[in-house]
């Protein structure tokens, strides 16, 4: 991967914090939910309930589709990524806690705010490994997409 895209990429997960995650439900149809994120280098983690569709669509299927963008005031300046990813649970706890910790960094306003942390152990937290990045940079012409193969 060239080193400008890379940098592309990490600057656009870096700037933002939620994305659509769409994972595969049973009956074969797709289901797309925004969740939070944290990412360390081009890996992404996010959580959810142990119950959840998600964590059972992930158990019989590991494949993600997910995008990260923003909503810009003029149609030339969307920039985004999509990418297809493998899911892993993490079962870690040493890993589980670190990815907790991740996430709040994200979102320093709800310090001294009385949220409970949750525990590794109460929620599913998910490892996502790209396959393919497709970044997303109307800048450089309508549509103009590179594509990366991880």
């Known amino acids: 991967m060239e080193d400008a895209i890379r940098c592309k990429i990490l600057a656009l997960l ?13 009956d074969g149809w797709p289901q797309a939910t925004t969740v939070g994120y944290a990412n360390d280098d081009l890996t992404i983690y996010f959580l959810c309930g142990p119950e959840s569709q998600k964590a059972k669509n992930l158990a019989s299927d590991n494949r993600v589709s997910l995008t990260i963008d923003h909503d810009p005031d003029q149609v030339m300046e969307i920039v985004g990524l999509s990418m297809a990813a493998r899911a892993q649970p993490v079962g870690d706890t040493a890993e589980g806690k670190k990815v ?44 103009h997409t590179d594509l990366v193969t991880c």
């Open 14 to 26: 870096d700037q933002h914090r939620i994305m659509t995650v769409a994972t595969l439900r049973p």
């Open 100 to 143: 907790l910790a991740m996430l709040m960094a994200r979102y320093p306003e709800q310090k001294g705010i009385s949220m409970p942390m949750p525990k590794p152990e109460d929620v599913r937290i998910f490892r996502l490994t790209p396959v393919v990045i497709s970044v997303l940079d109307y800048s450089k012409g309508f549509a």
